[in-house]
């Protein structure tokens, strides 16, 4: 598979220099870039949380996968810097900003995967986990240590990773400060595949072209279904999901793919 990038509409983003945005493809490629360890910052938080607003708009972007720059790190989570002096107005600050930020790429309307290319720790964990998938190089080391310093997981982490792995694993990680590699993570359902090094991001662009062929309607219709039984029952959801359907016969690409398949060719998507 080619995974040659195009840099996605440079000089839109000029807050900051810690994040890069390339393109393939009907996916765009955020690569969190804060050497040595990827860390996140008020500069960064709110360039995310900007992009994928752009990204939002974009009628030619399905997907987007994130990942860290360079072998070593996704990212190390919150630069505790900013946090040393103690200063309650800037933890609210910072708080607000993670939050913001990692609920933007929760609720972004295509698929979103993270590719975790190393370590990822407290807030770079939590960042993978707003994202629909994702998927880790053998070598990625896991963790919510934020306890060890006086802290706790503000950025969504007390209640996406219980979602995902059980409230006993999350206790582990969160109150026991426990790490955990890729192979227990895909054990426990934290991440859905293990790849080899270096081959996170090629495997995940590859996953995302695939959305390319489902109807961009379709897709952002149906995960806030997914997304819906955390906020209440499945059960609550089940009306909700049938009126969508019917829904989906206003949209175009309704359409263009019942007949596509009936004439036995690609479906060309209006992504309306």
Not at 89 to 109: C, I, K, N, P, S
Not at 150 to 176: D, H, N, S, Y
């Amino acid at each position: 598979m080619s995974t040659a990038l195009e840099t996605y509409k440079p000089g839109i983003f000029d807050l900051t220099h810690k994040l890069t945005v390339e393109k393939h493809g009907h996916t765009a490629l955020i690569t969190i870039n804060h050497p040595p360890a990827n860390t996140w910052d008020r500069d960064s938080l709110i360039g995310l949380k900007q992009v994928i607003e752009h990204l939002n708009r974009d009628d030619e972007v399905y997907a987007l996968v994130v990942t860290g720059q360079g072998p070593k790190f996704f990212s190390a989570g919150a630069d505790l810097n900013m946090f040393a002096d103690g200063d309650k107005a800037r933890a609210r600050e910072m708080a607000r900003r993670f939050g913001e930020a990692f609920e933007t790429l929760r609720d972004f309307r295509g698929v979103s995967i993270a590719a975790i290319n190393g370590y990822a720790m407290g807030g770079g964990l939590e960042c993978a986990l707003a994202c629909d998938i994702r998927i880790a190089e053998r070598q990625a080391q896991m963790a919510l240590p934020e306890a060890s310093v006086g802290l706790l997981p503000c950025a969504g982490g007390t209640q996406a990773l219980p979602w995902l792995v059980g409230e006993g694993w999350a206790k582990r990680m969160i109150l026991c400060g426990e790490r955990i590699d890729a192979d227990t993570a895909l054990r426990i359902g934290l991440v859905e595949q293990v790849v080899d090094t270096g081959e996170a991001r090629g495997t995940a662009l590859l996953l995302a072209s695939k959305v390319a062929r489902q109807s961009p309607v379709a897709v952002r219709t149906i995960k806030p279904l997914i997304q819906g039984a955390r906020e209440r029952g499945s059960n609550t959801w089940l009306p909700e999901e049938r009126e969508r359907f019917v829904d989906l016969f206003d949209a175009d690409d309704t359409r263009e793919g019942v007949n596509a398949f009936l004439e036995k060719r690609d479906p060309q998507w209006r992504n309306k």
